[in-house]
């Protein structure tokens, strides 16, 4: 017995290796400049005959498209988005009475040359309510993503150290390491241009910017047990 309490006041007065856990998150970003535009050209028509309104609008997107091809819009770089028809009522009688059909359709204009912008946009919204959207966009190579990473990982290491430093501890093995969810790359500046008139002058986007965030699971030390 007297054996038992004398291993067992040995262990309890052992001192504890292990402190704990941390758990620490970190970020790492990369900036770039955009290195296109997407043009957003939205079109309807109003009126009684569909089939009419319909041929209308066709004759719109075909003048849009047209005059975007002469100022150097390759053909592959224009989307149509959708078509839509639909039947607008008169909600100020007692019962509702159909009026009109609309039909809208939109376009998406990708533009590579951004020293051409103004011209393209000038193009895009000359008719009414043509232009709605312009973002400026980049597209990510590996290398971003790798390097916006490697910086997450210094980011969260360092943040790790001075929380250790701090308290007392230090940094043990590494437990467990994982990404969380990424963004950017898409959208950085953002121009809502609902019946915008024509664009002239100097349009100075945004950079766009990368990010990386890593949450990490590092063993914490007593630095007066080492």
């Not at 262990?11 to 296109?36: F, K, M, N, T, W």
């Not at 709605?132 to 980049?138: A, E, I, M, R």
């Not at 002058?201 to 007593?222: C, F, H, Q, R, W």
């Amino acid at each position: 017995m007297h054996l038992f309490f004398a291993i067992l006041f040995c262990v309890l007065s052992a001192p504890a290796l292990v402190a704990g856990a941390l758990i620490v998150e970190g970020e790492g970003q990369v900036s770039r400049a955009p290195d296109h535009a997407v043009i957003e050209v939205s079109l309807h028509e109003q009126g009684r005959d569909v089939g009419a309104i319909l041929l209308n609008l066709r004759t719109r997107v075909d003048c849009v498209i047209n005059a975007l091809k002469q100022n150097g819009i390759d053909e592959k770089h224009i989307a149509t988005q959708r078509l839509d028809v639909r039947l607008d009522y008169d909600y100020d009688q007692k019962q509702r009475a159909p009026r009109d059909y609309i039909v809208s359709t939109s376009l998406r204009i990708r533009q590579d040359d951004l020293s051409n912008l103004t011209t393209v946009l000038d193009v895009a919204s000359a008719m009414e309510d043509a232009l709605s959207d312009l973002p400026f966009c980049y597209d990510l190579t590996q290398a971003d993503n790798d390097l916006a990473l490697t910086r997450a990982v210094k980011a969260t290491l360092h943040k790790a150290e001075l929380i250790a430093v701090a308290s007392g501890q230090s940094l043990g093995s590494m437990e467990e390491i994982g990404e969380n969810g990424s963004c950017g790359g898409v959208v950085m500046a953002r121009m809502e241009m609902s019946a915008t008139p024509r664009v002239n002058g100097y349009i100075a986007p945004e950079n766009v910017t990368i990010s990386k965030t890593i949450t990490m699971e590092i063993e914490l030390v007593d630095s007066a047990a080492q």
